[in-house]
């Protein structure tokens, strides 16, 4: 929908999700709770014209980013040589990676 109809987009539900992320990150759309009152308020949101028009624009900018011309090629040129070709789809997305260091318990070696 936002290569092709830049229209704005909204997620129903988490905003852990890959959806709800995709959307904020590129300021297409907005992402709602399953409540009726964050669903109203974000459709009013969505709705008014110059944030629409904002998340319209935002979405024609990045519509062809996310074509799949050449798509094909980029894969198996990419499998031949074993890493990508070049970065065009994860230089889309930040890397950030959650630190989980906190989740990892120190484990203490019998006898030590």
Sequence with gaps: MMAVSHIPILVLGSRDTGAARFVEHFGIGAVAGHEKKAFVEAVDYITRPEVNLEMRRKALTMAGRFTDVGAAEWIWQSLARGEPIDGRYEDLMSR????????????????S
């Design 96 to 111: 950030e990676r959650p630190d989980l260091s906190s989740l990892l318990s120190v484990r203490r070696v019998p006898g």
